[in-house]
């Protein structure tokens, strides 16, 4: 694939401590980038800084610092988490750098050149955290349209760049290039923004006001418009006036990712600005949503912005990156909560991608430690490869227009296909049986499912995938580029296998404890209890209702440490997990139990053996050594009551 690809982050206030908003679009650009590399692509990807403007001045004023060095000092906070994000942009750029400076003032004095550039005396009202002036019309209750914060009247001599004579044409360009902006209802918000009168754009400020800013090089009285600034880092920061053969390679961009408040900007000033200057649009503008806690949109002021830090400490770099891309849908806005990641992080990182990993892994070191080759499928295997390889495709289809969440559901889709295949396929009872020749088609077709999941889930959770390949028998930690994935055969027959912790640790919330009977004190009530003679003691209708029965769907198992006949079994009872410790490790074995839909006792004052906290009780019956688990006749979901 030969056409290059050139995606831009908006430049982020050097003032703001970063938050979930701002990881989640260089997330976004960062997933995007990698995706395109992996097809073959050139790929260049520009982030960095705005730190220009009033709000940086009066933010340095307050620290008793010159601007560039509060700049200095702030800058790192961006670019230590890009880091720890894993973000791979190929160029970090600051508006300060001089060369940026010297763009601006090259195209700033080729505009008044030309007449694109005027004096005029304005009046109107400001909004200094926006560094916007708008018209009485404009407001909203006598304050900011977009913020909400009081707005200040101001009537001074400025420049304005004519904007408002390239109305028409930026309505007829939306209307007929229906990629420009996307969302397409983001391209409506414009086109009715665009139906009233456009007016000029003040592009200056007298240094009387704000002295932090790029000089106008034709009145050294005033500096430029913040907005202004920042919007030419897309071009500047690729080597417009500086490199034409490397700004022919880039531009025009494939994509500028901006949150949806600062859709005016991108989709009226800098088209506009693009049009003067005579150069060819971005194939894309996309106006992602915003992060909200509770429906309100995150903000320091509100005081319920998430810091990334804090989640990344919790579960790890990949997790976070994954919830990110996988929860919200890129047009829509999302709801954060520490709930919903947690769960979204036990449901399909843990139990799903993590279990069928150790589940496929074990039981190919019990056969040999050899992913199998020459196999003979059948239908059944058929399938399972296919739904791996129309992923491929599928993540293709929904990448490309810039919709992640639903790539990533396919890549997901490979693995609870895989997961549904074990459980028909049933390769523990296949080793039992001494079947040798479909438990290695069993285990080779689960294993290439994996193969192709650890490809597509790369560019979203690049260690973690590199851990799931070494697992695999790549010791190098890279399988192939998606591009090979879709185009090669499998070169996974005859790769060693080798063991590995949990993947995904699941994340045990911790609750307030209730006083919990000893271990020792529990085992020897139920010693006396087997010993008791038989006698029937009848109980009323409402005795037994006390107790709560549930259906509950095993979702991962593993034996305790040092403990011959108990099992840790993590369960789904609807909407809830919880931990169960149950002795029935000599009738099944982990693997088998995964999936299995059994009733459990939900209302069981929780206790502790061998130092394992258990919530509840499964019900099971057993006769001798003889142990089977108590299960429902037909597909009945987890956390329906019983009885």
Not at 89 to 98: C, E, G, L, V
Not at 524 to 529: F, S, V
Request: aromatic content about 10%; proline content about 4%.
């Amino acid at each position: 694939m030969s056409e290059n690809f050139y995606i831009t982050t908006p430049i982020y206030y050097v003032n703001d401590k970063p938050h979930i908003g701002h990881a989640y679009t260089t997330i976004l650009a960062d997933v995007l980038s990698r995706y395109q590399r992996s097809l073959g692509r050139d790929t260049f990807f520009l982030t960095g800084t705005d730190e220009h403007g009033q709000k940086v001045e009066k933010a340095a004023q307050k620290r008793n610092v010159e601007p560039l060095a509060h700049c200095d000092e702030t800058v790192v906070r961006f670019q230590e988490l890009w880091k720890r994000l894993g973000i791979t942009n190929d160029f970090f750029i600051r508006t300060t750098f001089d060369f940026h400076k010297e763009v601006v003032r090259k195209i700033l004095q080729e505009l008044y050149d030309r007449g694109e550039i005027y004096r005029a005396e304005y009046t109107g009202w400001y909004c200094v955290g926006c560094e916007r002036f708008f018209t009485e019309k404009d407001l909203v209750e006598g304050k900011c349209p977009d913020c909400g914060r009081e707005v200040s009247a101001i009537q001074e001599s400025n420049y304005f760049f004519r904007m408002s004579k390239y109305r028409d044409w930026l309505v007829d360009y939306i209307q007929t290039h229906p990629d420009f902006i996307l969302p397409a209802f983001r391209a409506n918000e414009t086109l009715g923004f665009l139906r009233q009168e456009l007016g000029d754009l003040c592009i200056s400020r007298p240094k009387s006001r704000l002295a932090w800013g790029i000089e106008l090089p034709f009145d050294t009285d005033y500096v430029c418009y913040v907005w202004f600034d920042a919007l030419i880092n897309y071009i500047s920061g690729v080597g417009y006036l500086q490199n034409d053969t490397e700004f022919a390679r880039r531009w025009p961009a494939s994509c500028h990712l901006i949150g949806k408040d600062i859709l005016t900007t991108h989709s009226v000033y800098w088209p506009t600005m693009l049009k003067a200057i005579g150069l060819p649009m971005p194939k894309t503008i996309f106006a992602h949503g915003w992060w909200l806690t509770g429906n309100a949109k995150m903000s320091k002021s509100a005081g319920n912005v998430v810091d990334p830090m804090a989640m990344i400490d919790r579960a790890g770099v990949d997790a976070f990156r994954y919830f990110l891309l996988s929860e919200m849908s890129p047009g829509s806005d999302a709801n954060f909560s520490e709930e919903s990641f947690i769960s979204r992080y036990n449901s399909d990182l843990a139990n799903d991608l993590g279990n069928l990993l150790s589940r496929v892994s074990k039981m190919i070191l019990r056969s040999g430690g050899v992913v199998p080759q020459n196999v003979e499928l059948t239908d059944i295997d058929s399938e399972l490869l296919k739904t791996a390889k129309d992923a491929v495709s599928v993540m293709a289809d929904n990448l490309a227009q810039y919709k992640p969440d639903q790539g990533i559901n396919a890549a997901m889709g490979v693995v609870r296909a895989g997961n549904r295949y074990l459980e028909k396929c049933a390769p523990w009872q296949l080793a039992k049986s001494g079947d040798t020749a479909r438990l290695n088609a069993v285990l080779y077709c689960a294993a290439e499912a994996l193969r192709h999941v650890a490809v597509l889930l790369e560019p979203v959770m690049p260690e973690k995938m590199a851990e799931l390949a070494k697992v695999l028998g790549y010791e190098n930690g890279f399988i192939c580029t998606i591009a090979e994935l879709a185009e090669k055969e499998s070169d996974l027959a005859g790769r060693k296998v080798s063991d590995t912790a949990a993947l995904f640790p699941r994340i045990i919330v911790e609750e307030e404890k209730a006083a919990e009977p000893k271990a020792e004190k529990k085992q020897k009530k139920q010693e006396k209890a087997e010993k008791a003679p038989e006698a029937v003691e009848l109980i009323t209708i409402d005795d037994f209702f006390k107790t709560k029965l549930k259906t509950a769907k095993i979702v991962a198992a593993e034996r305790v440490p040092d403990a011959k006949k108990l099992l840790k079994l993590q369960l789904e009872v609807g909407s809830e997990q919880r931990q169960i410790v149950s002795g029935i490790a000599e009738s099944y074995t982990p693997e088998e139990l995964i999936g299995k839909t059994i009733v459990i006792v939900s209302n069981l004052q929780k206790a502790t053996i061998r130092g394992v906290e258990s919530s509840g009780m499964l019900l099971a019956a057993g006769k001798g050594d003889k142990i089977r688990l108590v299960t429902l006749d037909g597909d009945i979901p987890s956390g329906v009551d019983v009885g």
